[in-house]
Nanobody, 121 residues
Framework: VQLQASGGGLVQAGGSLRLSCATS????????VGWFRQAPGKEREFVAT??????ITSFADSVKGRFSISRDKNTVYLQMNILKPEDTAIYYC?????????????????WGQGTLVTVSS
């Protein structure tokens, strides 16, 4: 299993970042890919998911209208705009066991190592 999340960093509130999740073709070509995040002291929460062919996307209410998700071959991107301090977290990507992603972490496997996003006020 090969997943590599990258693109995190420190940004001011209102700024943008683009996260990338590099997967191997064997692990994601027929599967949805999702992004989750975990802030200090909080549980891991769903952020966004994209279906195997990119045709269906879903977002958490907290990021709708600010985040977008896309995929190109074996890489899935999370474009994050109008970032807020409450978006600060470690962001993880994961491959779903389904072709269309769900919001529950239990339906995902092959988690990446995470990338830290820090939004300053």
């Amino acid at each position: 299993v090969q997943l590599q999340a990258s693109g995190g960093g420190l940004v001011q509130a209102g700024g943008s970042l683009r996260l990338s999740c590099a997967t191997s073709r064997r692990t994601s070509s027929n599967n949805a890919v999702g992004w989750f995040r975990q802030a200090p002291g909080k549980e891991r929460e769903f952020v966004a998911t994209i279906s195997w062919n990119g045709g269906i996307t879903s977002f958490a209410d907290s990021v709708k209208g600010r985040f977008s998700i896309s995929r190109d071959k074996n890489t899935v991107y999370l474009q994050m705009n109008i970032l807020k301090p409450e978006d600060t977290a470690i962001y993880y990507c994961a491959v779903s066991i389904y072709s269309v992603g769900a919001t529950s972490p239990q339906s995902y496997r092959s988690w990446g190592q995470g990338t830290l996003v820090t939004v300053s006020s």
